[in-house]
């Protein structure tokens, strides 16, 4: 609504008249800015290859985003950054071997699809990036699950070479049959070379997903989210606790193998924190972020997946509106 | 008598640009009087004061210009001698027309004292209304007092402080509560009043005891008036009884009735229609207090305040003791005027305070404060779509659910807002302060609220039409 100016060129308008003058462009700037450890150790572990999934996937959102508002006849949301935040946190969550061509298929089914169909930001039942990532491993399938092996170096040598001579498994498909496994063995799955070490899983020097194998550099992003009040502690902290709790009882790889490798890092950070499709308040937050982790390791430990963090968050995004129903707080004075 | 911290802290709340450094270390000026006053009939909650003057009459400072019209209700005194030129409707500060008395003060009165008029002594420098010792007057003889001398809270809302300080039988004081607080940015005139007339305060406290039947009294000031502070723990040495001065972390709405009764004794206001007296609370802004005093001390009427003009545009920001009815375009001038021009002009503070379209509009009793922000300090924006960010429901001091409550109103849902409880909603504008997709929450949530008091309004109508018919 824009305020109308008087005879006396006065500017009316509803108070109030003063504006903490944080914008949404303001908060996906800093999202993006708390991305940026993650997308450089990533660089650093897949090479150049990263950059130009990373490139691809931003380049398409924004395009996407742009064709799409103009085919609405609605005015650009371009400056607001989300299509920016969507397109990296999208090729965060692929394998760095994806072929181009279907990180951008990927990238306009998450805006198109999963976001302007709907009505653009706020409007989007599920997290666009991981609605798109649940696309491409469905239509997709090798591509998504072939990774390549972490290179020390940025070179160029590594990313022109032909994928399949470096491909490997993740660690979670060793993690998922030790559920199962006898603990008798004696033998720690460090030892075994099933599982990297601790240290290579805390730097993120492992196969994976571009992003989401530095819990590290993750966990400064999210010290940065949480210091600039993008984020509140909630679903992390649930999400995250959860998962380390059921791999305690359920025996199988260590506790901390279940957090640091796959997605839960990145997903309790950065994905499941996402404004549109989590729950408002603090206890739906608690209930939304215990869900995600306990579906998560569902999926983990009997799910014909190795994986189950971004299949988990769209699951409880679909329940996010009930959460809220069920979580709404209590007036101050109400009875 | 002893200074504590806040012992309880209510949920949520912001933290906006104060800028009170522009006003707070002027003194109280008392401005000369206007050759105009335009003096409503409207300046407080509740039913407007009949006007009983007319165009041509000569009115003397403190004569009645219009009298108490129903429970509700606060009569009005002329601020200052002379002839009234018409009586007509006027634009107040919220945007609605009321009667306004309009006085020529350059015309002086040659009216004769007769008891019919006693307020023609005035002319003659006297008191207006005769000094009442509070030791020795009567309860009754004190209400009566706030209730002849026009007063009601100053704090912003206007209600009758008579109707206040007479709690209904079976429901009694405990606490006295003076706030202090003044969290509205830019604003310094309590803050000049607490430390410039801190006896006073006093004053008026020892008589609201008096009226109220000696509760406890908890005087709430924001820690960023330390100045104060001292001037009040000086004022109020030796005082007996449970009197304590309660220091409130600074956060806005720190001033709000419900929020301060938290703060301070911890007690929680139910849901409209209740009222802080259900909780056995009387809230009264320091202002009021002051004028208690002189209304009960010197016999002089409710005929002015502290206003603070403040703002980035006014040459020389002002605290500004000024009569009632003082029009903004005269205080500006009392201010040196402006330095920029200004974009937006606001009777109040940048919180809650209204933009007006017009500098003509007079002051009232509850004029706080006069904003002139130029165009750098206002913020236009067009909303967007609610991320659903929860920063309105974080912020939100009644717990609401801002977010979907606005959703509803844009949807034309008034009973889903209903149903979220819009009704406690006090309008402070801490959810559209910070809202990231500069949605009106506060405005869509003011919507809701008319609309539902109107349909309640119309339902009583149609009841009471009802009751009329004769059953057959």
């Known amino acids: 609504m824009k305020p109308k100016e008087t005879a006396e060129h006065y500017i009316l308008s509803s108070s109030p008249h003063a504006h903490a003058k944080t914008g949404v462009s303001r908060i996906m700037l800093d999202v993006l800015i708390a991305l940026l450890p993650t997308t450089a150790a990533g660089v650093w572990f897949f090479g150049m290859r990263a950059v130009f999934v990373i490139a691809t996937c931003v380049a398409t959102c924004l395009l996407t985003e742009a064709l799409c508002r103009m085919a609405m006849r609605r005015e650009s949301t371009v400056g607001d950054l989300s299509a920016v935040v969507t397109g990296l946190l999208l090729a965060l969550n692929l394998p760095s071997g994806i072929p181009l061509p279907m990180a951008a298929i990927g990238s306009v089914f998450a805006i198109a699809v999963a976001k302007q169909v709907f009505g653009g930001l706020g409007m989007n039942p599920f997290n666009p990036a991981l609605a798109a990532r649940a696309f491409m491993l469905i239509s997709f399938t090798g591509p998504m699950t072939t990774w390549l092996k972490p290179v020390s170096r940025c070179c160029g040598g590594t990313c022109g070479a032909a994928p399949d001579a470096m491909t490997t498994a993740t660690p979670l498909a060793a993690m998922k049959t030790m559920f199962a496994a006898d603990a008798a063995t004696g033998a720690t799955p460090h030892a075994t070379g099933a599982i990297p070490s601790f240290w290579d899983m805390l730097i993120g020097n492992m196969p994976g997903c571009i992003g989401e194998v530095s819990a590290i550099a993750l966990a400064i992003g999210a010290a940065y989210l949480l210091w600039r009040k993008v984020i509140t502690w909630h679903i992390p902290v649930a999400f995250i606790?959860?998962?380390?709790?059921?791999?305690?009882?359920?025996?199988?790889?260590?506790?901390?193998?279940?957090?640091?490798?796959?997605?839960?890092?990145?997903?309790?950070?950065?994905?499941?924190?996402?404004?549109?499709?989590?729950?408002?308040?603090?206890?739906?937050?608690?209930?939304?972020?215990?869900g995600c982790g306990l579906l998560c390791m569902l999926i983990r430990q009997f799910g014909s997946y190795p994986e189950g963090c971004s299949f988990a968050i769209l699951i409880m995004n679909a329940l996010t509106p009930l959460i809220n129903r069920f979580t709404q707080p209590k007036a101050f004075g109400a009875k | 008598m002893k200074t504590v911290k806040s012992p309880f802290k209510f949920k949520g709340g912001v933290h906006p640009d104060y800028n009170k450094e522009l006003a707070r270390d002027k003194a109280i000026e008392t401005m000369p009087v206007p050759a105009e006053l335009v003096v409503s009939m409207s300046q407080h909650l509740g039913a407007p004061a009949k006007c009983i003057v007319k165009a041509g009459d000569f009115v003397t400072r403190g004569q009645v210009v219009g009298e108490k019209n129903g429970f509700i209700s606060v009569l009005v005194r002329a601020p200052a001698d002379g002839k009234v030129k018409s009586v007509e409707k006027r634009r107040g500060p919220a945007g609605g027309m009321a009667d306004a008395v309009v006085i020529d003060t350059t015309a002086k009165p040659e009216v004769p004292?007769?008891?019919?008029?006693?307020?023609?002594?005035?002319?003659?420098?006297?008191?207006?209304?005769?000094?009442?010792?509070?030791?020795?007057?009567?309860?009754?003889?004190?209400?009566?007092?706030?209730?002849?001398?026009?007063?009601?809270?100053?704090?912003?809302?206007?209600?009758?402080?008579?109707?206040?300080?007479?709690?209904?039988?079976?429901?009694?004081?405990?606490?006295?509560?003076?706030?202090?607080?003044?969290?509205?940015?830019?604003?310094?005139?309590?803050?000049?009043?607490?430390?410039e007339r801190a006896p006073r305060i006093r004053l008026g406290v020892e008589i609201m005891r008096k009226i109220l039947g000696m509760p406890a009294v908890r005087i709430a000031v924001e820690a960023n008036k330390p100045e104060a502070i001292a001037a009040l723990e000086k004022a109020f040495e030796g005082i007996e009884g449970n009197v304590e001065i309660v220091v409130l972390p600074v956060l806005y709405p720190q001033g709000s009735e419900k929020h301060q009764i938290y703060a301070t004794?911890?007690?929680?206001?139910?849901?409209?229609?209740?009222?802080?007296?259900?909780?056995?609370?009387?809230?009264?802004?320091?202002?009021?207090?002051?004028?208690?005093?002189?209304?009960?001390?010197?016999?002089?009427?409710?005929?002015?305040?502290?206003?603070?003009?403040?703002?980035?545009?006014?040459?020389?920001?002002?605290?500004?003791?000024?009569?009632?009815?003082?029009?903004?375009?005269?205080?500006?001038?009392f201010c040196g005027g402006t330095k920029e021009p200004p974009a937006k002009v606001i009777s109040g503070g940048t919180m809650m305070g209204f933009a007006v379209s017009s500098t003509d509009i007079p002051t009232t009793k509850t004029t706080s404060g006069l904003l002139l922000l130029t165009r750098k300090r206002v913020f236009q924006y067009s909303s967007q779509a609610c991320i659903n960010c929860g920063r309105c429901v974080r912020a939100c001091p009644m717990n609401l659910n801002c977010?979907?409550?606005?959703?509803?109103?844009?949807?034309?849902?008034?009973?889903?807002?209903?149903?979220?409880?819009?009704?406690?909603?006090?309008?402070?504008?801490?959810?559209?302060?910070?809202?990231?997709?500069?949605?009106?929450?506060?405005q869509l949530c003011r919507r809701a609220k008319n609309s539902i008091r109107a349909r309640m309004a119309a339902e009583k109508a149609k009841a009471a039409a009802a009751a009329k018919t004769p059953a057959k």
């Open chain 1, 241 to 290: 606790a959860t998962v380390y709790v059921y791999s305690l009882i359920a025996g199988g790889a260590p506790a901390y193998a279940q957090v640091l490798t796959g997605g839960v890092m990145i997903g309790a950070c950065f994905m499941a924190t996402d404004y549109v499709t989590s729950p408002t308040f603090g206890k739906g937050k608690l209930v939304f972020g215990v």
């Open chain 2, 113 to 195: 004292e007769t008891p019919e008029n006693p307020g023609a002594g005035a002319a003659k420098g006297g008191p207006i209304l005769p000094p009442l010792d509070w030791k020795t007057a009567s309860r009754e003889d004190l209400l009566k007092r706030v209730e002849e001398a026009g007063i009601c809270g100053m704090g912003g809302a206007g209600f009758p402080t008579a109707v206040k300080l007479n709690p209904p039988p079976g429901k009694r004081c405990e606490y006295l509560i003076l706030n202090g607080a003044e969290c509205e940015p830019y604003l310094t005139a309590d803050f000049r009043l607490m430390l």
């Open chain 2, 265 to 333: 004794v911890g007690r929680v206001v139910p849901e409209p229609p209740a009222l802080p007296i259900d909780v056995g609370c009387v809230v009264e802004n320091v202002g009021t207090v002051a004028a208690i005093a002189d209304a009960v001390e010197l016999g002089e009427p409710l005929l002015g305040r502290v206003t603070t003009v403040s703002g980035d545009a006014v040459a020389e920001p002002k605290n500004i003791f000024a009569p009632s009815g003082t029009k903004y375009s005269d205080l500006i001038a």
């Open chain 2, 403 to 442: 977010a979907e409550i606005s959703k509803a109103v844009e949807a034309d849902d008034i009973a889903s807002a209903e149903a979220m409880h819009v009704m406690t909603c006090i309008e402070c504008g801490a959810c559209s302060f910070g809202c990231p997709a500069y949605r009106t929450i506060t």
